[in-house]
């Protein structure tokens, strides 16, 4: 069951464009949602998160949109840059009972074109 | 402020046997949780350990266990493995319910 879908598993931008990345999720009781980035032969590095009770945080040129009744998020990058091509995953909060995980999507790989 | 470590970085095992994993949390963190990167698959949660007690468990058998140190290092430990435990182990460390911090992983093969 998984509950953090990235159906798309690769993305090419040219650079200087906006790469959108999506994730889809099933479970409303999700309390906060953060975007990772991962490079070959590294562990994941946090980007950005966003709050259930928000619909957007940006960070630069990081900007993640929530929508709650479509339980769906995105990832705009704008403008794109080469050293932004990695694994981008999605990943959910979850509290339960005193205890809390994250539960990670599949990932995107963006390729940014120069 | 050392960041989180993780040894090995490659392992390779054969179906049966017995591994220990070992990840040192970065400066100041409490927790440590433990996810299983399959390739082409996201991160999946093992355990969370806050304070040298498990602290939260996803949908992985008993075989797979660990530990926290009163100095917050951590081990996961997989008894008689299969093939299908071959992935990346990642450990990331956090304070209390904060941003997690990731190591660069233990790739596991079994064969």
């Known amino acids: 069951d998984q509950q953090v879908k990235q159906n798309s598993p690769s993305l090419s931008v040219q650079e200087g464009r906006i790469s959108i990345l999506n994730c889809d999720y099933t479970n409303s009781m999700f309390d906060y949602f953060l975007w990772y980035k991962k490079y070959p032969a590294e562990g994941p590095t946090f980007l950005i998160s966003?709050?259930?009770?928000?619909d957007k945080n940006e960070d630069g040129r990081f900007t993640v949109f929530l929508n709650k009744s479509a339980k769906h998020l995105s990832l705009h990058i704008v403008p794109s840059q080469p050293g932004d091509s990695a694994v981008y995953f999605c990943a959910a909060h979850q509290r339960t009972s005193g205890t809390y995980k994250y539960i990670f999507g599949t990932g995107t790989r963006l390729k940014v074109l120069a | 402020e050392t960041g989180v470590t993780q040894s090995p970085t490659h392992l390779i095992k054969t179906r049966g046997q017995q591994v220990t994993l070992r990840c040192s949390s970065q400066?100041?963190?409490?927790?440590v949780s433990w996810y299983q990167q399959a390739l082409g698959q996201g991160p999946q949660f093992i355990f969370q350990?806050?304070?040298?007690?498990?602290?939260g468990r996803g949908n992985f058998p008993p075989r797979f266990s660990g530990l926290q140190f009163p100095n917050y290092s951590s081990e996961l430990n997989v008894n008689a493995l299969e093939l299908d435990d071959s992935a990346l182990y990642l450990c990331?460390?956090?304070?209390?319910?904060?941003?997690?911090?990731f190591g660069p992983g233990t790739r596991l093969t079994v064969l």
């Open positions: 350990y806050y304070r040298e007690e498990e602290n």
């Open positions: 990331a460390s956090s304070l209390a319910a904060g941003e997690q911090f």
């Open positions: 966003i709050s259930s009770i928000k």
């Open positions: 400066s100041g963190h409490n927790t």
